[in-house]
């Protein structure tokens, strides 16, 4: 595994960032395997992954759990945990969103199912429009001076909004955010014309999430057939929305790279992230250790210039793109 820092900061991650949304229950294209959950976990740590992703939102807080459990036999300061406050956590007042009052309650149910007395990465899950980014901030710069929260970081949101917070945190001196999470792979390239030139600008690291759109750049469909089940795209319309004209144009060029280079389409897209010089750490969200493996070798596979350019042709990135704010 290969490392680097996040950011600006002196943090060091792991190359890729292992995602949880899969870990836990509810949806069919989730794990729904406790057990196999925490085993994928560990498979990643002693791979060398170091990094973390989660949230609290996540199978309303059993993904943070599963994390905890996983990590209780590992060396804690190599590890870098994340996860995420904003999503309604229960019905009633006060259960979601980015006041000082919902972000000071939730630390600590995110602490405790993750059995840890800190978390390296606090991440805002959205914009909140109804809530000051300065009490936001504000809160935030609290856990930082306590020292429950090392670093904070933010995730989808418009350019202009990520601007006003990093400009708010300046003025006001509170803690910045030292990371971002957009939604980032080969067929969703928009940040590259809202989030990503902030990000260089502002020497904020970045961790893209979906690298792989749902699965799609994976490879695992095909043009003009069936969506085969167990698949995300069977049970899950965000992967459905990925089988355009377009986007198919892209698989095509991924599967050519990646037969020439006796890889799998999954590692040719996820090295195209990785040649990024504003990315850090893609989050991959396999669902078994074959994946895992997968996904993994990805660090190893080199791309020229000239292959990457071969990616990007059939996509102009835009923003605003269409379902997005």
């Known amino acids: 595994m290969e490392y680097t820092r996040l950011g600006a900061t002196g943090l060091e991650v792991s190359r890729l960032c292992l995602g949880t949304l899969n870990f836990g229950s509810g949806q069919p294209w989730m794990m729904n395997d406790r057990e196999a959950s925490v085993e994928l976990v560990r498979e990643a740590l002693d791979a060398g992954v170091n990094f973390l992703d989660t949230a609290n939102a996540y199978s309303g807080g059993e993904s943070e759990s599963i994390v905890g459990e996983a990590i209780e036999e590992y060396d804690r300061e190599e590890l870098v945990v994340a996860t995420k406050v904003y999503f309604d956590m229960g019905d009633g007042p006060n259960k979601g969103g980015l006041s000082r009052k919902h972000i000071l309650d939730q630390i600590e149910g995110s602490l405790d199912r993750l059995g840890t007395d800190y978390v390296d990465v ?16 504000s ?11 090392r670093y ?14 990093l400009h708010a945190a300046d003025v006001e001196g509170y803690e910045r955010f030292r990371c971002m999470q957009p939604e980032y792979n080969l067929v969703d390239r928009h ?6 030139p902030i990000c260089a600008d502002q020497d904020v690291g970045v961790v893209p999430w979906s690298p792989l759109a749902g699965g799609f750049l994976a490879g695992k469909y ?4 069936e969506i085969p089940e167990g698949t995300r795209a069977a049970d899950d319309d965000y992967t459905e929305q990925r089988l355009t004209d377009e986007n198919w144009e892209v698989l095509d060029v991924v599967r050519e790279l990646a037969a020439e280079k006796d890889a799998s389409p999954a590692q040719v897209s996820l090295a195209w992230l990785l040649h990024k010089d504003v990315v850090d750490a893609p989050i991959i969200g396999p669902r078994r250790k074959s994946h895992l493996e997968d996904n993994l070798g990805a660090v190893d596979v080199s791309l020229t210039d000239d292959e990457i350019a071969r990616l990007e042709e059939p996509i102009f990135p835009q923003w605003p793109v269409e379902g997005k704010d």
């Open 222 to 225: 095909e043009r003009g057939r």
């Open 122 to 137: 606090y991440q805002i899950h959205r914009w909140d429009e109804n809530t000051p980014i300065e009490e936001t901030l």
């Open 191 to 196: 940040e590259e014309a809202n989030l990503l």
């Open 139 to 149: 809160a935030l710069d609290t856990l930082v001076e306590e020292g429950t929260v």
């Open 152 to 165: 904070i970081g933010a995730s989808t949101m418009a350019g202009w909004q990520f601007s006003k917070a």
